[in-house]
């Protein structure tokens, strides 16, 4: 079965510090995605990325970061610089091949302070 | 491009009665999903659609909901009765297919209170 385990259940942070978010993943599948979606108070879940199982190379997307590592079956976010907007409820998700459902973590509610 | 529509936003009924959502996915996506969150959960998928046929509805609560995409666009799932444990937020999402590897967009979601 997959399974998506993300342990920090709240983070909070001073404005302009960088903050990383932990996930951490089980599957079987050899071919498998991951996600991470942004849940603002509004409720919406917003796509932030997506990544293939065999795409190793990290990403950067502005002050966003996301380092995927296979060997510890880990998909972290990094925000660098956080601002207040960026205070919201951060899944990261899984699914494999096929018609599979995605699989959410538990979230990380990050708090950004002024 | 617009986005996943659904209304109500929020609806407050109380236990034994019956309520209904609307969902109307993004324009071209074959795909669409209703999910149940808990509050301080992540989103569980309740049923997922591939045009107007069924693909997962494992985690449907069959005795009291029930969800149907007559014509492949939009969705409706209902609630009948609603108990105590219905309260949550339920969202719709929606994809170009159902793969693995396909982004799911989400809709603003329903808040349902069931007092």
Redesign the interface.
Known sequence: AQKVTQAQTEISVVEKEDVTLDCVYETRDTTYYLFWYKQPPSGELVFLIRRNSFDEQNEISGRYSWNFQKSTSSFNFTITASQVVDSAVYFCALSGQGAQKLVFGQGTRLTINP | EAGVAQSPRYKIIEKRQSVAFWCNPISGHATL?WYQQIL??????LI?F?NNGV??DSQLPKDRFSAERLKGVDSTLKIQPAKLEDSA?Y?C?SSLS????E???????T?LLVL
């Open positions: 999903y301080g959960q992540g989103p569980k998928l997922q591939q693909v997962d937020v969202l999402a159902s793969g693995g590897e982004t799911q967009y989400f809709g603003p979601g808040r």
